[in-house]
């Protein structure tokens, strides 16, 4: 379960502990504790927690993460997502299915209440669900058992065991909305001193809708969607069929893909901004950020990709020595070699200084044996390989004997095939770029 170190988790960490003693005994509970770095007391909590942790018998894992914020991405967004990550590569290591949340009902009142200020739809009104996916491989389940338990009880349990806890001071600072919103509960509650169980109960009749609209949408998406069709990309929409939908039902369709992918619901200004730049516009590769994804529109398909960094790696410059594999970390990818005495690059052209580059430009490629040269730009573009992928795609050079530099290979296309006739017994070898999958999210 994830274990802040604040009052919830830790009422949380003990309830558990207590009730799998005594119904599941052979079931193994593990805190995870992320330590985000944001707050002087980080490593104090990371202190508490290991304390606490050993007071109780229970497991624990830490790890440490760097909060950077993508473009137009706040700092609460930013360490959520690195939590998130983080939360999930824990459970993946230590074996675990299920990761247990603190949210309470307080939690979700506030919850709805924000999304309600912000203008979320139907879906997002719903509030936090009880159960969900962490992510899009599916593979671990996210849980809040508390989400109809209120604050106050919270309390009452945490006095009743005599548990301590810590305090984080940002939980005091209005300049977080859901500080400032907290701040106005108690105004609220004596005008509207039903308002908790009324939001709760208007929150159940949206998930209620919101599960109607999803069973359409999740017919409509079933039709449209497939697996992406590279390392890069997580899935894939037909945009004839989207554009034949009408708005709203795009819409629910988007969203309902975006939750299937574990992204965070956008909203509805958002929603409207990739509905209008993937599916309604015509002309250009849009890309729209979302939530450590990057939406993409390309060839009659709305593409989920992996966020990767948009910079190109720095040049690799190496010997070949004979090995039939060489691991390029900074290009995302690996280099194979093969013996072909037939078609392959002269052993002799790979015995000279190699380099791993960028296209600077103006490049061209004999892509078969008799073939014309061919500018790699047109050739790419011909192979459906769109621009953003190409930063990932290295080029191979070899040093010539004159000083300059002969091209070898590129990545996505193949091997250069213009080379001298074959020697009599002199070796030639198969040389392919393999790109290696986007790490998860």
């Known amino acids: 379960m994830a274990l802040s170190g604040g009052r919830d988790s830790v009422a949380l960490l003990h309830a558990a502990r207590a009730a799998l003693a005594a119904t599941w005994p052979l079931a193994r509970l593990v805190a995870l504790h992320v330590h985000h770095g944001l707050q002087p007391q980080a490593d104090a909590w990371d202190d508490f927690c290991a304390t606490l942790c050993a007071e109780l018998d229970v497991p624990l894992a830490s790890t440490r993460v760097a909060v950077r914020p993508m473009a137009g991405e706040g700092i609460e967004a930013a360490a959520r997502r690195a939590r998130y990550d983080a939360l999930g590569r824990m459970c993946r290591e230590q074996g675990a299915r299920l990761l247990l949340f603190a949210h309470h009902r307080d939690d979700q009142v506030e919850t709805v209440l924000l999304r309600l200020f912000r203008g979320t739809g139907v879906a997002g009104m719903a509030g936090m669900p009880a ?80 599960g109607m609209l999803d069973a359409l949408a999740e017919q409509a998406l079933a039709r449209l969607v497939c697996a992406g069709r590279d390392a890069d990309t997580l899935s894939e929409l037909d945009l004839a069929g989207l554009r034949a939908l009408p708005a709203e039902h795009a819409d629910a369709v988007l969203r309902h893909w975006l939750r299937d992918l574990g992204a965070q619901p956008p909203s509805t200004a958002r929603l409207a901004a990739m509905r209008a730049q993937l599916i309604e ?58 013996r072909d005495d037939t078609f392959g690059v002269p052993e002799a052209v790979l015995r000279a200084p190699l380099r791993l580059t960028a296209r600077a430009g103006g490049e061209r490629i004999v892509l078969r044996p008799g073939g014309p040269a061919r500018a790699l730009k047109q050739a790419y573009q011909e192979a459906g390989i769109p621009a953003w992928r190409r930063l990932y795609l290295p080029l191979l050079w070899s040093a010539s004997t004159e000083g300059g530099q002969q091209l070898v290979m590129a990545g996505g296309l193949g091997m250069h095939r213009r080379w001298p006739a074959a020697v009599e017994g002199a070796p030639r070898w198969r040389v392919e770029w393999l790109a290696a999958p986007v790490a998860g999210r």
């Open 131 to 210: 159960r969900r996916p962490l992510d899009a491989r599916g593979d671990v389940q996210l849980l809040r058992p508390w989400l109809d338990v209120s604050r106050a009880e919270v309390d009452a349990y945490c006095h009743a065991h005599g548990l301590r806890w810590i305090d984080d001071p940002s939980n005091a600072d209005t300049r977080f909305a859901r500080n400032a919103l907290r701040a106005q509960l108690p105004g609220l509650l004596q005008a509207f001193p039903a308002l908790y169980e009324n939001v709760t109960q208007a929150a159940a009749h949206f998930g209620q809708a919101a």
């Open 281 to 338: 516009h015509g002309g250009g590769e849009p890309a729209i950020a979302h939530d450590g994804l990057v939406l993409r529109r390309f060839r009659g398909r709305v593409l989920a990709c992996q966020r990767v960094p948009d910079e190109t790696p720095a040049p690799f410059a190496f010997d070949w020595h004979g090995e039939a594999r060489i691991v390029v970390p900074a290009w995302r990818g690996e280099l194979h070699f093969a």
